[in-house]
């Protein structure tokens, strides 16, 4: 099973600030990863997928970059909307299953 | 509309067994694979395992593997996730997700259900 790690588990950010997540692969993936959002009472929506694409109608202030084991989720200004727990995924086809990282919860500093 | 739906909230006794369904529209629900994931309370994203609609075939999280099962009716573009016992650390909520292509291959989730509740208590 590859084990996707995240950091920080939380990350204390002001409004209009830049915020920095990671997520580490423990062996390769490729570039097959998914960053996920999930605001409080909500399901899980797509961000990011093939690492670095950005989503239908996911603002340009999210990006992603990485590839192989090292993954980085990077949101440049936040607004108050973007408070919420990410997510990583890999679907990389081997071993044949899904994992997901163990959440960053980004909050209001 | 393509969305999926899924069941409402249910409260269960330790032993009791439970179905919760997802309901795929707006697309050709045997055309893509249905996965189930678990989140407990306060905790993270765990994917449980999936499902092909057009055969039944699954694949299961070896973390799950034979204390659920996932079915589906093609018939009415439902897909299913039971227990036969439940136990209190069945406590959590449940999302179904399609993925973004209509392959065997694994895929990011492009759609989510809203999820539904499981208590699990004596």
């Known amino acids: 099973e590859i084990v996707m790690t995240q950091s920080p588990a939380t990350l204390s950010v002001s409004p209009g600030e830049r915020a920095t997540l990671s997520c580490r692969a423990s062996q390769s993936v490729s570039s097959n990863l998914a960053w996920y959002q999930q605001k409080p009472g909500q399901a899980p929506g797509l961000l990011i997928y093939?690492?670095?694409t950005r989503a239908t109608g996911i603002p340009a202030r999210f990006s992603g970059s990485g590839s192989g084991t090292e993954f980085t989720l990077t949101i440049s200004s936040l607004q108050s909307e973007d408070f919420a727990v990410y997510y990583c995924?890999?679907?990389?086809?081997?071993?044949?299953?899904?994992?997901f990282g163990q959440g960053t919860k980004l909050e209001i500093k | 509309e393509v969305q999926l739906v899924q069941s409402g909230a249910e409260v269960k006794k330790p032993g009791e067994s439970l179905r919760i369904s997802c309901k795929g529209s707006g697309y050709s629900f045997t055309s893509y694979w249905i996965s189930w994931v678990r989140q407990m309370p306060g905790k993270g994203l765990e994917w449980m395992g999936r499902?092909?609609?057009?055969?039944?075939?699954?694949n299961y999280s070896p973390s799950f593997q034979g204390h659920v099962t996932i079915s589906a009716d093609k018939s009415i573009s439902t897909a299913y996730l039971q227990w036969s016992s439940l136990k209190a650390s069945d406590t959590a909520m449940y999302y179904c997700?399609?993925?973004?292509?209509?392959?065997?291959?694994?895929?990011?989730?492009?759609?989510w259900g809203r999820g539904t509740l499981v208590t699990v208590s004596s």
């Open positions: 499902i092909d609609p057009s055969d039944s075939y699954t």
């Open positions: 997700a399609r993925p973004r292509y209509s392959t065997s291959t694994y895929w990011y989730f492009d759609l």
């Open positions: 995924q890999q679907y990389n086809n081997w071993p044949p299953m899904y994992t």
């Open positions: 093939g690492a670095s």
